[in-house]
């Protein structure tokens, strides 16, 4: 089965019909996919300017991780629930969207930011930890997460409008 | 020259249309008869005496619950037939205006009966009414009339407009962990709102700026729309509160646990309120 039959399938399936004919049930989805989307990567942002040296100077990046990373999670499994239920019922809408597949290559490049951060640049952390502008590696890990957020979310609205 | 048999089968077919159209007629006058149903007709208003339209008026039959609807046309004119006699509840359905108790009716055969009513306008509605010039030169506006006319404006500043709610909506929401307790402990609440402050803000002005434009293009739209009018309802004392007591008890180090914890619950339900309805608006 081709990628395109697999959303063809997905979203002529029962449960996507429901999601997409009911009045309330897709609006109201879409209402907490923008609620997350605010709060996860509006925390997304602070740490990302922490890192870039513009905001929370004086707190130790350590710091900022323990304190903002358990709300982000919470608000990130949010978007993705709601985001796979709104993909779920218009998959082929979406396989056909340019927007569509742009987001999903910024999401990759996204998490491939975020693991390359965690797994490569943070090693090296106990030595930049308390600097109130880390280092080229770091900020430009803020940097990156910046503008890929900018892109899903500029994508992500777009691609309504080719629906 | 017709032969008999021609001439019988004629007058057998002269004489089937006349007895056919007797039947047909005597049916119809023997269903008037047999039915003898009664109608209820009137006239809606409202307090400064003009007709009401858009009014639905339903007479349910309190014996078999059975409902039948009109509804009321440019002449504030309404008009219900074919009801059976009986007792008849009638209820009305329109917006902005207070809903009359009305009596039950007693309706006979044939009977025809007036019912007239004057409704009087709710204060919103009559709020609302009155900011309608404002909406209708909104759209009227260049800034209206260039995002309107193009293709991409508007898709490109609803785009901008989401940037800001993510600052916004961000900024809101670490503020209101801190306000609960729960980030960033060790560091003293004005100092947090110094490192947060500025990020709302932005995202505050960047969703103004962008908000009036999307609303210049379709103001009329938005009047028509209540989602729009909920938005408002949460945004103007969203607004007011993030620049009187959330702006105050954010900056203080010394406010009340329970003061801090209402202005985070009461910013998140006022923003999380606009972020709703904003979204909403579309779909309406």
Redesign the interface.
Known sequence: MSLLEICQNLQNSNWGTQIRESIFF??II??IH??A???S???V??WD?RLLGF??RN?PISQMQA??FK?MMPGFTIMMITGVLLFWCQAEKAYNSIFFRIKVIALILAGVNILYFHLKTQRSQANWDTAEIPPTNARLAGLFSILL??II??AG??MA?TF | MLNGGRILAMRFAKLTVAVLTVLIFSSFMAQDLLAQTGSITGTIIDTDGKKVPYVNVTATNLASGEDKVAITGDAGTYKIEGLAPGDYKVSMAVQGFVIPEVPNVTLGATEAKQLNFTLAMTFTERMVRKTWPFFNWSEETWLGNVIRNHQYPFAVIEVVHLFGLTLLLGGIFLMSLRLFGLIMRDMPLSQVARQLGWISLLGLVVMAVTGVSLFASEALKCYNNNMYWYKMAFFFPATIFHFTLYRKVTRSDNSQPFLRGLTGFLALFLWFGVAVFGRAIGYF
């Open positions: 897709f609006p879409e209402g923008v609620i989307l605010g709060i990567v509006g925390a942002l602070w300017l905001s929370m707190k304190n903002i709300w957020w900018a979310i500029a609205r777009l409008y």
